[in-house]
Nanobody
Framework: QVQLVESGGELVQPGGSLRLSCAAS????????MGWYRQAPGKERELVAT???????KYADSAKGRFTISRDNAKNTVYLQMNSLRPEDTAVYYC?????????WGQGTQVTVSS
């Protein structure tokens, strides 16, 4: 079964930055489109950023200009650099394929933006 392990989340002040990492295993990583999702309390999970095997990255409107998704196929890892963080970015962040493999969600990593 695919394993996805997210890390890098923490408490940060508004305007701060974080870099999230997601290590994938038991999966042929390089040809897959990968994405970062997030779920805030009381809200549905949403797709924040997408990176294909080749081609352009895509971002939700809320992430454009602030977040950057990248990948290292040699390490089976996808990253999310988040800058200019806002309180509304507070959520549990997950990675998965796009579309997601529904029985392979990891534990996520908590990002809290607060002063």
């Amino acid at each position: 079964q695919v394993q996805l392990v997210e890390s890098g989340g923490e408490l940060v002040q508004p305007g701060g930055s974080l870099r999230l990492s997601c290590a994938a295993s038991r999966i042929i990583f390089s040809p897959l489109t990968m994405g970062w999702y997030r779920q805030a309390p009381g809200k549905e999970r949403e797709l924040v950023a997408t990176i294909p095997a080749r081609g352009s990255t895509k971002y939700a409107d809320s992430a454009k200009g602030r977040f950057t998704i990248s990948r290292d196929n040699a390490k089976n890892t996808v990253y999310l650099q988040m800058n200019s963080l806002r309180p509304e970015d507070t959520a549990v962040y997950y990675c998965n394929t796009v579309p997601p493999i529904n029985n392979s969600w990891g534990q996520g990593t908590q990002v809290t933006v607060s002063s």
